[in-house]
């Protein structure tokens, strides 16, 4: 059977949701007809693009190569159709934990209504890559460097860390917390994309590691049933508030860089407007 269009905007769908049922509903298809698909798509293409588990799917390493491709040749397979040659589609903004923190409501308020013809899509991603190496995104905001070739970043801004705790932890009781108080918790961490290493503790002195996740939600699930700490970017509190969880500020622990990022070829006409327009917002804040 010849590979067309709707292939490709199966696989992005089942990128997109993590789980081949969930692309099903949302592409109103059986589930049987959404793996077949995809099955034919990997006999095309001669490779496995996506990684099945109990958890749901995620794309291989070539998978992640092909879903650029793929959202590319749809997006131009759509233009080419659409009636209305000026719209332009939704500008994607991928962020792995907080976007941009405090600044996010403004940033899309503002773009609202001075752009309301283009509308801004966040997407959280569990990637350290916001989303741009697979495809999801066409900038991204990001708290480590990309060091890649293609990709161009922008600091946006310096941000403090807080350490999160469970409320009856006893750190609660602390006029000031620095990293040396952390020493004896254990920590809870994200080295796939958090900002927390070992590497900030450099006085021969670190807490051990009780567990190391995936997400977010797993990240405050452990804190807040006291299995470690965690140590975050102030956004964490801002994005993600707990009533379980309290986030004190830490007195001598480096500012994490955000940065926008964004793929040297990316095309997207509302791409420089937005990254100037975030800029703007933060540089006023800062006033």
């Known amino acids: 059977m010849a590979v067309g269009v709707h292939h490709l905007r199966t696989f992005l769908m089942a990128v997109e949701e993590g789980s081949i049922s969930k692309a099903a509903a949302r592409l109103h298809m059986a589930q ?14 001669k490779q496995p693009l996506l990684e099945r588990s109990a958890e749901g799917v995620q794309p291989t390493v070539a ?13 131009a397979f759509d233009d080419a159709l659409r009636s209305d040659l000026q719209k332009v589609r939704a500008l994607r903004v991928g962020h792995a934990w907080s976007a ?19 509308q801004v899509r966040l997407r959280r991603v569990d990637d350290p890559a916001g989303g741009l190496t697979s495809g999801l995104s066409d900038v991204a905001i990001m708290r480590t460097h990309a060091r890649r070739r293609n990709l161009h970043e922008e600091l946006l801004v310096m941000e403090p860390r807080v ?14 917390i620095r990293l040396s108080d952390l020493v004896s918790h254990p920590l809870v961490v994200n080295s796939f994309s958090g900002t927390t290493t070992l590497g900030l503790w450099q006085d ?7 567990v190391d996740v995936d997400t977010i939600d797993d990240w405050q699930t452990y804190i807040a049933a006291s299995v470690g700490i965690g140590v ?3 956004s964490t509190a801002w994005m993600h508030p707990h009533s379980e969880i309290a ?18 070829n990316n095309q997207h006409p509302a791409l420089r ?15």
């Not at 941009?100 to 283009?118: C, D, F, K």
């Not at 986030?247 to 040297?264: E, G, K, M, N, R």
Request: charged share 20%.
């Open 32 to 45: 049987s007809a959404v793996s077949r698909r995809l099955a034919e798509l990997e006999r095309q293409v």
């Open 63 to 75: 998978g992640k190569t092909f879903c650029a491709k793929a959202d590319a040749a749809v997006t």
């Open 100 to 118: 941009a923190g405090m600044y996010t409501s403004e940033i899309l308020r503002r773009w609202q209504e001075t752009n309301p013809e283009v």
């Open 163 to 176: 350490v999160a705790v469970a409320v009856n932890n006893p750190l609660t009781a602390l006029s000031g």
């Open 204 to 210: 021969g002195r670190q807490p051990v590691v009780a």
């Open 232 to 234: 975050t970017p102030a």
């Open 247 to 264: 986030y004190l500020p830490i007195l001598d622990a480096p500012p994490v860089p955000v940065y926008l990022v964004w793929a040297s």
């Open 273 to 287: 407007s937005f990254i100037r327009l975030a800029r703007d917002v933060v540089a006023e804040a800062g006033d």
